[in-house]
Nanobody, 123 residues
Framework: VQLQACGGGLVQAGGSLRLSCAAS????????MTWFRQAPGKEREFVAA????????YYADDVSGRFTISRDDAKNTVFLQMHSLKPEDTAVYYC?????????????????WGQGTLVTVSS
């Protein structure tokens, strides 16, 4: 499966953005989806995950209550709605997928990765 993330950009602190990740290829299988991010000089970190059914979600503590992950399987797309953005949210955001239930929070839990989209939050 191939993943294409988009929706990043420059936003002021307190603003909102919605990221999208479109899947193509062997999408007939059920995949759990996730978002990670990587700030300059830092390791890639978990942001949010959604199960293959969409019935379960899991968030990193520092985004819980501000970010929402969702999926539209008819469009093979997963979204990350981000509100109340902070300068520390600045990073390249990556979507990833793994066949099966998912909800892992480690990079090693996911097999397929998109190319990333840059989110910059100005203070």
């Amino acid at each position: 499966v191939q993943l294409q993330a988009c929706g990043g950009g420059l936003v002021q602190a307190g603003g909102s953005l919605r990221l999208s990740c479109a899947a193509s290829g062997r999408t007939e299988s059920s995949y759990a989806m996730t978002w990670f991010r990587q700030a300059p000089g830092k390791e890639r970190e978990f942001v949010a995950a959604i199960s293959w059914t969409g019935g379960s979600t899991y968030y990193a503590d520092d985004v819980s209550g501000r970010f929402t992950i969702s999926r539209d399987d008819a469009k093979n797309t997963v979204f990350l709605q981000m509100h109340s953005l902070k300068p520390e949210d600045t990073a390249v955001y990556y979507c990833a997928a793994v066949r099966g239930y998912g909800l892992g929070s480690s990079v090693e839990d996911y097999d397929y990765w998109g190319q990333g989209t840059l989110v910059t939050v100005s203070s």
